[in-house]
């Protein structure tokens, strides 16, 4: 079992890749895998227009 690092839920996660994209069912923050071995998840900053400035 993984926590989410933004609501603390406890997640099921079955096979998973680095840099792989998960959604949280509770918060539906979407987290990246970043390490394997232990598996450990961060959530993606949000991404912000560029508008050109």
């Known amino acids: 079992m993984i926590e989410c690092p933004v609501c603390g ?4 996660i079955g096979s998973v ?4 994209i998960v959604e949280c ?3 539906s ?3 990246e895998v ?14 912000e227009e560029d508008w050109g400035e």
């Open 17 to 20: 890749e680095i840099h792989e």
């Open 9 to 12: 839920v406890e997640l099921e």
């Open 34 to 47: 970043v390490s394997l071995e232990p598996v450990i998840l961060e959530e993606l900053p949000e991404v």
């Open 29 to 31: 923050s979407e987290l």
């Open 25 to 27: 069912p509770v918060c």
